[in-house]
Each structure stands twice: as structure tokens, then as C-alpha cells.
């Protein structure tokens, strides 16, 4: 079980039932549970999307889409089944906030499947957990069966006419399949590799049907939204960036946990104030501010607003909303080796750039931390991540290449520091202050 | 092969959920994985007679997925999470020392057949780094002396 974390400058929205029993039903019900979605059946599925439009919540997986947008793209008419998929193949590293949701309010997630389906006209709902999260698995699945026999899902949901069926699908060990269209593939019992698009899964998705794909914490969000209104999530984050956002932070801070703030609160606040600072008052080394497919920012980078638009301005990205803080003790090479063999091991090897690209890398950089590398090495990442780049089919490519580039970029003495036969300079020195 | 009653219920009920067959062959072949110890031959098998697949094309998504396995592992998985956030914290510390400890390397079961040691890729507990699992059950905040306690006691508990 997960622990939970807090903060006064926390606006608690989709956590605000975490640690208050809610994966029960009943209780659920006295937290204002299933109120959201019988709002939402006495609405037309226009009004339901232009609320969502207006919250300006945008996609919590790592994409930002804007949500209300994604769901206009479906089209009304269509001679095959519409479908909603929640994603909860959360799997990027650093990324651990919608086992959270699952784990406390695992109702917020179904309501927000229900609300989705109402909005595209869709009858069925699949909620996908990644294989590892099995303790979750169990918590949606009983979730699921005390919704059924409530009647809140099934047939003629609240006395509306209407049916749904929602299903708990699980996975068995694939980052990859956290892309939408490998997920997909995934759900229909194949090897997660994935689809070219044009088509998108709001047009041709899942068994050829109208998809709806969602991360779960943006579902979670949903029913909020359609409670409090788009306006008011709107104003509580930045202009384009609606709402709050669970923010996983990990790594060398003295107190890492998954808090929940609104979108654009200062990155810099968030690690030395709201997580406590850096572990054992060490110097700041970088941070990775959405996941380990995001570049990183060194610290003179991070006095931004953290939100979709001021991290893309700084040339990151919010991603999954996961914070990765390295202190002065972590080598930097090391860090890019473990990135990388992490994205080699994943790349499903469809497609060559990816395939070769993160496969060489990762030899490249094991030679270089094991202290055999050459100068023409360091700028041989630079350009093997750089062809990486936009020339894959889906993008685990550029999720690979892109925090690689930043690395050698940003850190390149270290890099120079390791050349002609020279051990790590900082190996003992990680060693001697792990506790 | 014959399915056990669990296992019947479970592809009964959730071949209902797709239009597809297939569709519960990822699901499923955990959960057989789970009671047999392995996606064995057998297994395979019997789901492509199940989802009218050949046999390659099972063998084909069996090999995608990384928490399935053809052969059998020690009772217990300590599958040691090394991904960036448990790097920060002593996670590779913790797999050299749980591996140590049990005398194997990554991937290897000890001759007792009780332990099996894995280096995994992120589990998501990032937040509560370094951590592992343990049979589909999360240890978060771990040091070398909780991981010897759990070594130790899941000893004494086969003694008995």
C-alpha cells in the first residue's frame, strides 16, 4: 500500500477522497459519489463536452491533449461500437499517482469511464491496468461488481434507458503498451505494438470502432468537473491548463510523495518547499520534471510555472506529472545509461530507428560509464538520438532520444570527465551517501 | 489441459466482455500463469484451441509481454525495481544485496526452488523508492535489513 503525503498548498480535487475509505461504496456515495454522472444523463452529450472544453483539462498520461477536443472527434453515427478506454498502464518511471486513484477512489475512475460514454454515445467501457498493479486489479473489479449490483451500471443506468457495461481488463508487463494505439492492440490480445495513424482511435480504434482513450487520473477528474463546473477547474490552474494535477515526486528530496497542485504552481516551490528540498541538504543536480522521457532541466532551469505550455517553454515537457530530482551525488552518465537500457528493453522493435537506435545508445553509454569511451562517443549520442527523433511510428522513439540529447547537451563536462580510461567520478560518492 | 474451476469460471465470464475471442488472451494467460507455476506448452495449447489460434500466434504475444514466463521460477519472486527513481535511492544497492544474500544472479532461482531474484523495470512506487515486489505484493522504502527480515521469515515460514 502506498503512502499518503501532504501539503497545505495542495488543492485536493481528485485526491480529495484519498484515505477516506472511498473504494467502498457506500461511502463513496456520502463523498457526493455518482452524483456526477446522473447530472451528466440529464444532459445532451454536447453540453457534456463543451463543459469538459471549458475546464480546459488536458490529457493526464503525458500527451496534454486537450480532453473535451478528444471526445468531439468521435464521430455521432457509426455503424460499429463506440467504446471508452481508460488507461491505466501507468508505466513511465517516476509515474506512480494513478495507482493512488485506483487504490482510494476507484469509483471517481468508473464515474468518469460513465460520464466519457454518455458524452461519445458509447455503451461499453474497458479500464485497463497495467499486469503489476494485480492488489488494483482486485480493488476495480469488486469496484465494478458494487456498481453492477447498485444498478449504476448495466442496463438503463439510473432509470435513463440507457446501458453501459464497464470492464476491468488486465495487462502483463509492457511500457509500451501505454501508448493508445499499442493498448488497443494490447486489449485485443496481441503484441502491443503500435498503429499507424491517421486513423486515430476516435475514428478507428478498438475492434475498428470509435475509441475513446483517457489516462485515468484525467477520467478521476471528470466527474469533479462536472460537479463543480469547467469554469471553476479552469480557474484553478493557468490559462489552457485547466485544474490541478497529481505531481509524483521521487527521487533525492527529503520528503517525496504524490501531491496534488494546480497546474503552473512554481517547480522550484514544489520540490524545495513542498518536498521538503533536497535529501540531506545536498546541491541540486537536475530534474526531470514529467517522466524519464522528458529532458532535463538543470537548476537555474526550474524558477517556471509547472504546467503544459511553461514547461514546453523551458524545453521540457509536464508529461505524467512525474518529478525526478537528481542531487550533486548521481553521475550523470550512469543516470542516461539506466534511461536508456530501460527504453532498449521496452522498444518492441517494429520499428528500425527505435529498435537500432535505442540499442546502440545503450551500448554506447555502458562502454562509456565502464570508462572505454572516446571523444567522437559523446557526440555519436547526440547524433544517433537526434535521427531518432519524429521517425517512429509511435513515441517510445523520441521518449528515448529526447532525455539522451538533453543530457549531453546540458552536462557535457561530465560526459568529457569520463573519457580515456577514467572511472566514474562520483560512483564511491553516490555509494557513501545512500542510507 | 484442464482448466481448474477458478480458472473456467474467470474465461467463462470474460469471454463476454469482447467481440473477439482473442481478447482475453493476455488477462488469462497471467491468471493460468499464476496457478501453474508457467506459460507452459500445455497451456499454450489449450488457449489456442480455446481463441481458434494457432499455437505460434499465442507463442507470439506470450514472448511480448514481460511477466509472462515458460518455465517455472522459485515459490518466492523478489522482482527489485533499479529504474531511475530507485537508482536515486539505493535500488541497485538493494538487488546486489538481495542477490547476494540469496547467492544468485538476476534471473536465477535458488537449488531450493524458493527464491527467484529479477531485476525489474519501473513497478510504480516511485514515490516510496527503492521497492520491489514480492508475488504481486508492493515493498516500498526498503533497506538491506528489511529486505533480510523478509528473507528470514519467508525461511521460517517454509520450516514450519
Request: glycine residues 10%; proline residues 5%.
Amino acid at each position: 500500500m502506498a503512502y499518503l503525503v501532504s501539503h497545505p498548498d495542495e488543492v485536493k480535487v481528485v485526491s480529495k477522497r484519498f484515505g477516506r475509505g472511498a473504494a467502498n461504496l457506500d461511502r463513496y456515495l456520502e463523498l457526493d459519489g455518482y452524483k456526477a454522472v446522473q447530472k451528466a444523463l440529464g444532459m445532451e452529450a454536447d453540453a457534456i463536452i463543451n463543459e469538459i472544453k471549458t475546464s480546459n483539462l488536458r490529457g493526464r498520461g503525458g500527451a496534454g491533449f486537450p480532453t473535451g477536443l478528444k471526445w468531439s472527434f468521435v464521430p455521432k453515427q457509426s455503424a460499429k461500437p463506440k467504446y471508452v478506454l481508460c488507461n491505466g498502464d501507468e508505466s513511465e518511471p517516476g509515474t506512480c499517482k494513478d495507482r493512488l486513484i485506483f487504490e482510494h477512489d476507484p469509483h471517481s475512475v468508473i464515474e468518469g469511464v460513465m460520464i466519457a460514454a454518455m458524452a461519445v454515445g458509447s455503451k461499453t467501457g474497458f479500464i485497463y491496468l497495467r499486469g503489476e498493479y494485480r492488489y488494483l486489479v482486485e480493488i476495480m473489479e469488486k469496484a465494478v461488481a458494487d456498481a453492477y449490483a447498485r444498478g449504476f451500471i448495466g442496463k438503463n443506468i439510473f432509470g435513463s434507458g440507457k446501458d453501459l457495461e464497464v470492464y476491468v481488463h488486465s495487462g502483463a508487463g509492457a511500457y509500451e503498451v501505454g501508448e493508445e494505439s499499442a493498448l488497443m492492440e494490447s486489449l485485443e490480445g496481441k503484441r502491443g505494438i503500435p498503429r499507424i495513424r491517421p486513423p486515430f482511435p476516435a475514428v478507428v480504434g478498438l475492434w475498428g470502432g470509435p475509441t475513446v482513450i483517457n489516462n485515468a487520473e484525467t477520467l478521476a477528474s471528470v466527474p469533479h468537473i462536472m460537479l463543480g463546473g469547467g469554469q471553476w477547474f479552469a480557474d484553478i490552474g493557468t490559462p489552457k491548463n485547466g485544474g490541478t494535477h497529481l505531481v509524483s515526486i521521487s527521487g533525492n528530496v527529503e520528503r517525496p510523495g504524490v501531491y496534488e497542485l494546480p497546474l503552473g504552481y512554481n517547480l522550484k516551490k514544489m520540490i524545495y518547499e513542498v518536498a521538503g528540498g533536497i535529501q540531506g541538504g545536498r546541491k541540486l543536480k537536475g530534474v526531470v520534471p514529467g517522466g524519464s522521457s522528458v529532458p532535463i532541466l538543470l537548476p537555474e532551469e526550474i524558477d517556471i510555472p509547472a504546467d503544459y505550455d511553461g514547461l514546453a517553454k523551458a524545453g521540457s515537457m509536464l508529461g505524467s506529472g512525474a518529478v525526478i530530482v537528481l542531487d550533486e551525488t548521481m553521475c550523470i552518465v550512469r543516470f542516461a545509461k539506466r534511461v536508456i537500457e530501460f527504453y532498449q528493453h521496452e522498444s518492441c522493435g517494429w520499428c528500425i530507428p527505435c529498435r537500432e537506435g535505442t540499442d546502440w545508445l545503450r551500448k554506447t553509454l555502458t562502454r562509456f560509464h565502464a570508462g572505454h569511451g572516446v571523444m567522437k562517443d559523446i557526440d555519436n549520442l547526440k547524433y544517433l538520438a537526434d535521427n531518432m527523433l519524429g521517425r517512429t511510428f509511435c513515441p517510445l522513439g523520441d521518449a528515448a532520444a529526447m532525455p539522451i540529447i538533453s543530457y549531453v547537451q546540458k552536462y557535457r563536462p561530465e560526459f568529457e570527465a569520463h573519457l580515456d580510461g577514467k572511472p566514474c567520478p562520483l560512483e564511491k560518492v553516490h555509494e557513501s551517501v545512500l542510507v | 489441459m484442464k482448466f481448474s474451476d477458478r480458472l473456467e469460471k474467470r474465461f467463462t465470464e470474460m469471454s463476454t466482455h469482447y467481440p473477439t475471442k482473442r481478447s482475453v488472451l493476455v488477462p488469462m494467460l497471467l491468471y493460468i500463469q499464476d496457478e501453474v507455476g508457467a506459460v507452459t506448452d500445455e497451456v499454450i495449447a489449450e488457449m489456442a484451441r480455446r481463441v481458434d489460434l494457432t499455437e505460434l500466434e499465442v507463442r507470439n504475444v506470450v514472448s511480448y509481454y514481460s511477466m509472462m514466463r515458460t518455465r517455472p521460477i522459485g515459490k518466492y519472486n523478489f522482482q527489485v525495481c533499479t529504474n531511475v527513481s530507485c537508482l536515486l535511492r539505493g535500488g541497485e544497492e538493494i538487488l546486489q544485496h538481495t542477490q547476494k544474500k540469496l547467492g544468485v544472479k538476476n534471473k536465477q532461482s535458488t537449488p531450493d526452488g524458493l527464491f527467484h531474484v529479477e531485476e525489474v523495470e519501473c513497478i510504480g512506487a516511485c514515490s516510496w523508492a527503492p521497492a520491489m515486489m514480492l508475488n504481486y505484493e508492493y515493498h516500498e522504502n526498503l533497506t538491506a535489513e528489511k529486505i533480510d527480515e523478509l528473507i528470514a521469515g519467508l525461511k521460517k515460514k517454509e520450516e514450519q
